[in-house]
Nanobody, 128 residues
Framework: QLRLVESGGGLVQPGGSLRLSCAASGFTLDDYAIGWFRQAPGKEREGISCIGSSAVSTAHADSVKGRFTVSRDNSQNTVYLQMNSLKPEDTAVYYC?????????????????????WGQGTRVTVSS
């Protein structure tokens, strides 16, 4: 069974940090770009970070640029999202998704229909 599993969410104070992980099972991530998305209560799911299959191409949305960093370790079949200087408006459920095909080396791509596999999400709450 092909799965993506996110972990690392939780409750953190404003200004704090978290590192999210996205682990794949049933397939290898080497041939896939990974996008990170988030969905806050009452809002649409938005793309925030992207890393190409070879990690040469990365991108971050303006809302997280300079605070979040995406990386991958293909030997561990895992992609990470390091989140620093967290703000209350970062509160959301965070999802990772995998995108294969000819554009897999290219970021940013945040169109949700481009992504084939999705994780179940991990909740991040930023609050004092």
């Amino acid at each position: 069974q092909l799965r993506l599993v996110e972990s690392g969410g939780g409750l953190v104070q404003p200004g704090g940090s978290l590192r999210l992980s996205c682990a794949a099972s049933g397939f290898t991530l080497d041939d896939y770009a990974i996008g990170w998305f988030r969905q806050a209560p009452g809002k649409e799911r938005e793309g925030i970070s992207c890393i190409g299959s070879s990690a040469v191409s990365t991108a971050h949305a303006d809302s997280v640029k300079g605070r979040f960093t995406v990386s991958r370790d293909n030997s561990q079949n895992t992609v990470y999202l390091q989140m620093n200087s967290l703000k209350p408006e970062d509160t959301a459920v965070y999802y990772c998704a995998a995108r294969g095909g000819r554009s897999r080396n290219f970021c940013p791509v945040y169109a949700k229909y481009e992504y084939e596999y999705w994780g179940q999400g991990t909740r991040v709450t930023v609050s004092s």
